[in-house]
């Protein structure tokens, strides 16, 4: 069975597909949802990291939700991942990001947490501010290596694309040419080494939005041929196909977020070809804000866009898009995150 968890402003809805159409729920209403994450290897356990109440667990494929970590992880939860690669037992080990930025991770699912290395004994550290916050920072994105179990890399927003070699023991600084202000990074089990950013550098130095690393993040390539809009924020890999990407994107912060002014949209790539704008099946991009992208690992060639409009399917690799019934009508949040995967 197929089953979505949509982060939005103030609740996750957790959808099943079932008879045919899609049944959903309501769930940690009142919070406020920043990631949400499934567990490669037990795809019944989800994680949820929320602002102001910390982080949550379910067992049971979103019926249920249990709190976690509450002796440790005391700081808004801003991000959370899940090993595909690192086991511990019959668990996947569990990350963590705080604000400020710090990472945490636990190897016996959920129960007991630990700080990692000091991500801000980092000589880069002093320069790492969120434009609205300026006096803080936050980990945006966690992505573990698919294929190295002792290597993770995390996106501070702003400020920072750093990676571990050891687990989280100790941090590498960011590249000379790496990507700042990474919204969402990408890994793939079929590309060794390679890693994807869509990133927010492109709206102060157009043609900085995304880039790619084919050498775990030593060194960095910008693709931008057939962008017109720099501002990026989703990004999902085909996972039949390293070489397909979708990402979303706007010309601006204000664009991308505020549900007043919002207009954004969807790009996609394949092998050398260039960017292109795709929209059939998508709703208009005005009012719309930047859309979460997700894949599900089962299912080949198809990927997800979670938007304020409502959530879509494309079936073709990102070249067509269909609506999902999983709102309820007249639905409209912002979007914070996105995990679709199958359950026994």
């Known amino acids: ?14 959808g099943s597909r079932r008879n045919g159409g899609w049944e959903t729920e309501r769930r940690l209403v009142g919070s406020s949802p920043q990631g949400v994450a499934a567990d490669p290897s037990r795809p ?11 982080l949550w667990r379910s067992v049971d494929a979103g019926k249920s939700w249990e709190h976690v970590g509450e002796d440790v992880v005391r700081d808004p939860v801003t991000a959370v991942a899940i090993s595909a690669a690192g086991q511990s037992g019959e668990h996947g080990v569990v990350y963590a990001g705080t604000e400020p930025s710090a990472v945490y991770s636990s ?26 916050k300026p006096e803080t920072h936050h980990v945006r994105w966690i992505s ?14 702003a400020g920072a694309l750093i990676r571990s070699l050891d687990g989280g023991e100790t941090w590498e600084d960011r590249t000379p040419d ?15 080494d390679r890693l994807y950013s869509a990133a927010g550098d492109g709206f102060m130095a157009q043609g900085r ?13 910008r693709i931008s041929e057939g962008l017109r809009h720099h501002y990026l924020m989703g990004l999902a890999v085909d996972p039949g196909d390293p070489e397909t990407v979708v990402v979303s994107a706007a010309s601006s912060p204000w664009k991308a977020h505020n549900l007043g002014a919002a207009e954004s949209t969807i790009y996609r790539k394949t092998g050398v070809e260039p960017w292109r704008e795709v929209r059939e099946g998508l709703p208009d ?34 070249s067509n898009w269909e609506h999902l019934d999983l709102f309820p009508h007249g639905y409209s949040q912002r979007t914070t995150g996105l995990a679709v995967v199958e359950t026994g």
């Open 44 to 54: 019944e356990v989800v994680y949820c990291g929320t602002f102001d109440r910390g």
């Open 285 to 318: 991009v005005e009012g719309r804000t930047v859309a979460v992208m997700a894949a599900n690992q089962d299912e080949p060639g198809v990927f997800y866009a979670l938007t304020s409009k409502g959530l879509y399917r494309s079936p073709d690799a990102g």
């Open 107 to 132: 190897e016996d699912g959920g129960e007991t947490w630990r700080e990692l290395g000091s991500l801000r004994e980092l000589p880069s550290e002093p320069e790492w501010s969120f434009p609205p």
């Open 209 to 221: 939005g995304y880039a790619e690393s084919g050498d775990a993040g030593t060194n960095w390539r």
């Open 1 to 14: 069975m197929t089953k979505i968890y949509a982060a939005m402003t103030d609740v996750v809805l957790v």
């Open 178 to 192: 790496g990507p700042r202000d990474t919204h969402t990074l990408a890994t793939h089990k079929d590309a060794p």
């Open 144 to 157: 573990p290596d698919p294929n190295v179990p002792e290597r993770v890399f995390v996106a501070v927003e």
